[in-house]
Nanobody, 117 residues
C-alpha cells in the first residue's frame, strides 16, 4: 500500500506562482511513476504532469508546458509541482498519483488550486 498526501494549494492571482508537494509513505519502493492530475468543476480528471522514478523523463499536458515543472526527490519521498504563470483555467483540484511496478494506482485526497483576481 502507498499513501499520498498533497499540500500547497490555495488562492493565487493570475500570473502568480504556486508550488504543490506530495509526500509518499508506505511501500514507496514499489512506486514507478508519479504525477499530478487535475479536475476542474464539471470536467473529467486530466493529466497535468508525470515523472519517472529516477526523474529522467517528464511528460506535460500541452496546456501547462513551459509553465509547470514536476520534480521528484526519492530520498525525501516527495514529488513537487511548481506552477508559474497561472491562469484562471488552471483552477482545479490537483491530485497526486503514483503507479507501482505492478500497475497499482494510488491517489491523494486532492488539493484545491484557485486562480482568480
Amino acid at each position: 500500500q502507498v499513501q499520498l498526501v498533497e499540500s500547497g494549494g490555495g488562492l493565487v492571482q493570475p500570473g502568480g506562482t504556486l508550488t504543490l508537494s506530495c509526500a509518499a509513505s508506505g511501500f514507496v519502493s514499489s512506486i514507478k511513476h508519479m504525477g499530478w492530475y487535475r479536475q476542474a468543476a464539471g470536467k473529467e480528471r486530466e493529466l497535468a504532469a508525470t515523472i519517472t522514478r529516477i526523474g529522467d523523463i517528464t511528460n506535460y499536458a500541452d496546456s501547462v508546458k513551459g509553465r509547470f515543472t514536476i520534480s521528484r526527490d526519492n530520498a525525501k519521498k516527495k514529488v513537487t509541482l511548481e506552477m508559474n504563470g497561472l491562469k484562471p483555467e488552471d483552477t482545479a483540484v490537483y491530485y497526486c498519483h503514483a503507479m507501482t511496478y505492478v500497475y497499482n494506482n494510488y491517489w491523494g485526497q486532492g488539493t484545491q488550486v484557485t486562480v482568480s483576481s
